[in-house]
């Protein structure tokens, strides 16, 4: 059992530091999106 209770611990650790990730990129102002999207109108 104590593996189990180890690897279950490990993924919530994961998950909320994937979470922090996600909510620090959320911040981040999207400055490329505008070139992005144009990119991809080129290249169809």
Same mark, same amino acid.
């Given at each position: $059992?104590?593996? *189990?209770?180890?690897? /279950?611990? &490990?993924? !919530?650790?994961?998950?909320?530091?994937? *979470?922090? !990730?996600?909510?620090? $990129?959320?911040?981040?102002?999207?400055? *490329? &999106?505008?070139?992005?999207?144009?990119?991809? /109108?080129? *290249?169809?």
């Amino acid at each position: $059992m104590e593996t *189990n209770e180890s690897i /279950s611990d &490990a993924i !919530v650790r994961l998950e909320r530091q994937f *979470n922090e !990730v996600l909510k620090r $990129m959320d911040r981040r102002p999207r400055i *490329n &999106a505008k070139s992005f999207s144009q990119d991809i /109108s080129r *290249n169809t």
